[in-house]
T-cell receptor
């Protein structure tokens, strides 16, 4: 299984809502990532988890809260978002190797609209 | 600081033409990794290739080929006999060798292949 799945595919939420994005992989990867991608821009890294521990937080606002409950799952909890947070949110996974930059495999993304 | 430049914002070609997508990178590291990803309209980033800085051999995979030249800090991607299904945004990316480090993406090149 070489697939990263993400749910939901689309999400529309108001600024006062709380929602969660989910990501799952069964490739045995121990590194998982959240990226945000605005239209016509490259992906921007938000968070990296390595062996279920948060290893990189790219100064993301606290209204985004990541969680890695186990080695296969990655969640992104959303609360009090702003309209400018509307974007495609991509999850990725890779082998976790301290000495080698491995290729990351991406999910199809969740297209988020904040009203 | 690491940087990836994809100077071509958009390219249009007619089907069966060959097309080369340029990628120029900057890094102070002696060990690094270069990647190419394809992002079709569906949104998912598809991994195409990973190359480490010590391997300057060119690579061919079907209609795809990559030319890595450290002397010019370039990692160009050529599609031979392009097809409509090749229409996508292509990203070049760079990563250090220390594992789980962020991918630094170029801005992407949007390729349109016209039938």
């Amino acid at each position: 299984d070489t697939e990263v799945t993400q749910t939901p595919k689309h999400l529309v939420m108001g600024m006062t809502n709380k929602k969660s994005l989910k990501c799952e992989q069964h490739m045995g990867h121990r590194a998982m990532y959240w990226y945000k991608q605005k239209a016509k821009k490259p992906p921007e890294l938000m968070f990296v988890y390595s062996y279920e521990k948060l290893s990189i937080n790219e100064s993301v606002p606290s209204r985004f809260s990541p969680e890695c409950p186990n080695s296969s799952l990655l969640n992104l909890h959303l609360h009090a978002l702003q309209p400018e947070d509307s974007a495609l949110y991509l999850c990725a996974s890779s082998q976790a190797d301290l000495t080698v930059a491995n290729e990351q495999f991406f999910g199809p993304g969740t297209r988020l609209t904040v009203l | 600081a690491q940087k990836v430049t994809q100077a071509q914002t958009e390219i249009s070609v007619v089907e069966k033409e060959d097309v080369t997508l340029d990628c120029v990178y900057e890094t102070r590291d002696t060990t690094y990794y270069l990647f190419w990803y394809k992002q079709p309209p569906s949104g998912e980033l598809v991994f195409l290739i990973r190359r480490n800085s010590f391997d300057e051999q060119n690579e061919i995979s079907g209609r795809y080929s990559w030319n890595f030249q450290k002397s010019t800090s370039s990692f160009n991607f050529t599609i031979t006999a392009s097809q409509v299904v090749d229409s996508a945004v292509y990203f070049c990316a760079l990563s250090e060798d220390s594992g789980n480090t962020p991918l630094v993406f170029g801005k992407g090149t949007r390729l349109s292949v016209i039938a």
